[in-house]
Each structure stands twice: as C-alpha cells, then as structure tokens.
C-alpha cells in the first residue's frame, strides 16, 4: 500500500508518531519502503498491567469502507482491511489506488490517557478536547499546512485506546472533516465489547 503519512509532520514524531508507534509495536506494519528505518517513539501508555492477551476486537467491525469515506466526505469508495490480533488491532482504509487514506489502530492500556499525547514531541500542536458519549476521554489534533490537512484523534474506552490517522491533500473541507473524524471515535467508542 501507498504511503500517505504526512512528509512535513514525519520529523518531530507527531501526527505520523503516534501511529507508527502504535503499529510497530503491535506487529501490524511490515518493513516496507523508508518505513523500515524510521526511530519509533514508545510509551508507557502501550504497556499493559499483566502479560495476558486481551483480544481487544476489530475496529473494521465499526465503520466499514463506504461508510468511511461517506464521514470523510470524500466522493471515491474506500476498502477496510483488518491487521493485529489479540492486544492490538488496525484497521486501513485504501482507495481504488490501494492508497491508505486513513488507518484506526486499538489497543489495551491502563495508562492515563494523557499519556498518549504526552510520549510525543507535537512541537506546536494543540490537542483539542472531544466530547464522545460514553467514553472516558477523548482529543484530536489538527495541522492544516501547504495545502493539506492532517489530523490524528484518539478515545479512551473500556480500557482500550482507539487512534485514528486521516491525511488529505486540497481541497478539503476541514469542520465537515473534523465532524466526521468525531463521528468515527463514537462509532468506536460505542463498538461493542469482544465476548471474553
């Protein structure tokens, strides 16, 4: 798959961090490209209270491809395919061009959830507070820069931690994005449980 992580952002560890952390550790991401080579941030916040093996269920299983690219506005189908088991698990959306348009990534912690922004140099960015029924807590950053739009956004739930990853290039539409960056951690927050 195309790698569409943002090039700006890639150097302090932002927006492209959090997912590529998350992913590397789980084991869901393979050696491709200059990803191979790429330092990985960790945190606390990916390590869990006992060595069991929490099976954390599918977030494919929450918004499928075309409900996806209708929250996102965009006007070409996308297609969900899963990655992970037991802890960790994620879930890229690609286009007809097999281009990863954005990646959700759900794991077990029982770290504050703080500290999944806090493991991270943001340099500049803000985290916004999110309001999502049910959850415990919920953030996004946004960077819009020369002509594209980046976002990360995260909730915390059920003692597991979902991370979303969406980048865009111009034009684009940022509140109606942002509104369905939203609609996706409710969608995920509200994913029922696996049965343990």
């Known amino acids: 798959m195309t790698d569409r992580t943002p090039r ?7 927006i492209a961090g959090v997912l590529v952390a998350v992913v590397a550790l789980a084991g869901c991401g393979g050696d ?3 990803d191979a080579d790429r330092s990985v941030p960790t945190s606390s916040a990916n390590s869990f209270p006992t ?3 929490v ?12 409900e996806m690219g209708e929250l996102l ?3 070409k189908p996308l297609t969900a395919a899963s990655a992970g088991a037991g802890n960790y698990r994620g879930c890229s959306y690609t286009d007809a061009d ?7 990534t759900r794991y077990a912690s029982a770290a504050p959830f703080d500290e999944v922004w806090d493991s991270l140099d943001l340099g500049d960015l803000a985290v916004q507070g999110v309001t999502v029924p049910g959850a415990d807590a919920a953030g996004l950053i946004v960077a819009a820069e020369e002509g594209s739009l980046a976002m990360t ?5 059920d003692g597991l931690v979902d991370l979303a990853n969406f980048y865009v290039v111009a034009p684009y539409d940022e509140a109606a994005t942002t509104a369905g960056i939203t609609t996706l951690l409710e969608r995920l927050a509200a994913q029922p449980a696996p049965a343990s």
């Open 55 to 66: 099976e954390v269920g599918d977030p494919c299983e929450a918004v499928s491809g075309p």
């Open 32 to 34: 491709e490209g200059d």
């Open 51 to 53: 060595d069991d093996v």
């Open 98 to 104: 097999d281009v990863v348009v954005i990646n959700t």
């Open 73 to 75: 506005g965009l006007d």
């Open 153 to 157: 956004a995260a909730v915390a739930h």
């Open 8 to 14: 700006p952002l890639r150097a302090s560890a932002g």
